[in-house]
């Protein structure tokens, strides 16, 4: 069983246009994890929390690791539940938490994850991300309409890959989309 089944943006990454007003999204990508009829929850895939390391996290839970764990950055996952932790992955890890996205990627919100990571035997590629981005039922299909995001294919580069800062204008290249030629307003045609 996935998160959803139904949604038709679960698995792929809205890319944030420069007109979107909301400081929380400004040049982000967002990882598309449930999309019903209810609403949407997804998971900001550019963004840090530079002033709280995974290892702080793994002190404050009591895990000490075996593994060098202190490159693992904590991520800004959105605005909703700030404390609450995710750990985006790759689908080759798997515990009672987790929660298949697709084929390829799976949620988890478990502190096992945490220990398998800190043990060297969590998944291939991880994001550890803190909140997550959430819209009520219909409003983030009225942020389509209204042009403040673009769909994009994710892959594991865009998802986990290290370098932040290039990631929305890798997702805007991959699309065909030169940033140069984009304008800080919308409209409609």
Same mark, same amino acid.
């Given at each position: ?7 038709? *943006? ?23 994890? !449930? ?22 996290? *793994? $002190? ?6 075996? #593994? ?5 950055? #904590? ?6 539940? !700030? !404390? ?14 987790? *929660? ?8 988890? +919100? ?32 009225? $942020?389509?309409?209204?042009? +403040? ?6 892959? $594991? ?12 204008? *890798? !997702? ?13 307003? +919308?409209?409609?045609?």
């Amino acid at each position: 069983m996935t998160l959803s089944t139904s949604g038709y *943006l679960v698995g792929k990454c809205l890319v944030a246009m420069p007109a979107l007003a909301d400081s929380n999204f400004h040049r982000t990508v967002v990882y598309v994890c !449930a999309h019903t009829a209810e609403g949407a929850m997804g998971l900001v895939v550019n963004r840090t929390i530079d002033q709280l390391s995974f290892d702080d996290i *793994l $002190e404050q839970m009591g895990i000490t690791p075996s #593994v060098r764990t202190d490159q693992i950055r #904590v991520h800004f996952g959105g605005p909703v539940e !700030a !404390a609450r932790g995710f750990v985006l992955h790759t689908a080759d890890y798997r515990d009672d938490g987790t *929660l298949p996205v697709d084929t390829n990627i799976s949620l988890t +919100a478990t502190a096992e994850v945490l220990k398998d990571i800190a043990a060297g035997q969590g998944p291939r590629h991880s994001l550890m991300v803190l909140g997550y981005a959430g819209w009520g039922s219909g409003q983030l299909d009225s $942020e389509l309409k209204d042009n +403040a995001w673009l769909i994009c294919q994710p892959d $594991e580069d865009l998802l986990f890959g290290d370098d932040n800062d290039s990631k929305w204008g *890798l !997702a805007m290249t991959r699309m065909g989309i030169d940033t140069g030629r984009l304008i800080d307003t +919308a409209g409609h045609a």
